[in-house]
């Protein structure tokens, strides 16, 4: 393809294309009418020699190179994005879209609180949270595209700056008027009780039967779901336990009837830790972004 010959606006339209994976929406996301995105649509096929989007049954899907230009051309347009920032930054001029890893749990306790800072100080922002994965399963294309990431993990992302989050300790979260209720504190009545085991992608089993049985102790697993928020869920309307952070039983106590009984077991500090790439040291709009997690962070602490 040769450049002279390619509108560069062109690629805020092909942005907009490989997101949506449909023309209505994409020219909704671009503010354009619908003929005027089938005519960047026809362009880019044109410059690209491949048609992008391909009917499939009564839904359109991208085209395996279109799929492929996904990760790279995020990362150029938010290159190009700080090439011409410039030293002065303005949150409410920002129209970047940033790309989070967030397990369910740092979505649940902090992304509400990070969307009214970002309704407020840069509402043309947008953010997407992929779906999780662990290190294992991360390519280096799906970590050139992120943004920040946070996990539990404190070596696990090679290549990425570290910074604290926040840390936490873990709780048996119960429903109201559950039957064993306060004597969930006594070693017996803990492992007896049904569990809830959250065993999250690319992880084998829950880290606390892993902790468990490095001591040769097992509790009584009832059902392994993917994520904390599921489990919570589930054990507000039956009668089984989960042993989850603290923090995220209180976020959820009120609306799920839930309570938080101390555990007769002590598997130490929970700790979470918020990771970016090196390109973000002194990206304006990335050191922004950053500070905003990071002070929201230093709330929920308080």
């Known amino acids: 393809m040769d450049l002279h010959a390619l509108d560069l606006n062109l690629l805020k339209a092909l942005d907009a294309f490989l997101r949506e994976a449909n023309v209505g929406r994409a020219a909704l996301r671009l503010s354009l009418s619908q003929p005027a995105a089938s005519h960047a649509l026809r362009r880019l096929r044109e410059a690209l020699n491949d048609p992008i989007l391909v009917?499939?049954?009564?839904?359109?899907?991208?085209?395996?190179?279109?799929?492929?230009?996904?990760?790279?051309?995020?990362?150029?347009?938010?290159?190009?994005?700080?090439?011409?920032?410039?030293?002065?930054?303005?949150?409410?001029?920002?129209?970047?879209?940033?790309?989070?890893?967030?397990?369910?749990?740092?979505?649940?306790?902090?992304?509400?609180?990070?969307?009214?800072?970002i309704a407020k100080q840069a509402p043309r922002v947008a953010i997407e949270v992929m779906p999780w994965r662990g290190p294992d399963g991360m390519t280096t294309e799906f970590a050139r595209s992120l943004d920040l990431i946070c996990s539990f993990m404190p070596d696990a992302f090679k290549g990425f700056h570290r910074l604290t989050l926040y840390k936490d300790s873990d709780a048996v979260a119960a429903r109201k008027g559950h039957p064993l209720g306060k004597r969930l504190t006594k070693r017996d009545v803990f492992f007896a009780a049904r569990?809830?085991?959250?065993?999250?992608?690319?992880?084998?089993?829950?880290?606390i039967d892993f902790w468990l049985r490095?001591?040769?102790?097992?509790?009584?697993?009832?059902?392994?779901?993917?994520?904390?928020?599921?489990?919570?869920?589930?054990?507000?309307?039956?009668?089984?336990v989960a042993f989850v952070p603290r923090r995220l039983i209180a976020s959820l106590a009120k609306p799920l009837s839930l309570i938080a009984i101390d555990p007769p077991i002590d598997p130490g500090t929970d700790e979470q830790f918020l990771f970016y790439p090196a390109r973000a040291q002194t990206d304006p709009g990335s050191v922004w972004l950053r500070k905003l997690v990071m002070e929201t962070a230093r709330q929920m602490r308080g």
């Open 195 to 207: 569990h809830v085991a959250v065993v999250g992608r690319a992880q084998r089993e829950d880290i």
């Open 214 to 240: 490095e001591k040769n102790l097992e509790r009584n697993v009832a059902l392994t779901v993917p994520g904390y928020v599921e489990a919570l869920h589930v054990v507000s309307r039956n009668d089984l």
């Open 55 to 117: 009917r499939n049954g009564l839904r359109m899907e991208l085209t395996p190179r279109a799929e492929a230009l996904r990760e790279p051309l995020k990362s150029a347009l938010d290159q190009m994005q700080s090439l011409f920032a410039g030293d002065s930054f303005n949150p409410a001029q920002c129209a970047r879209h940033f790309r989070l890893l967030f397990p369910d749990l740092v979505v649940e306790l902090m992304l509400p609180e990070i969307m009214n800072k």
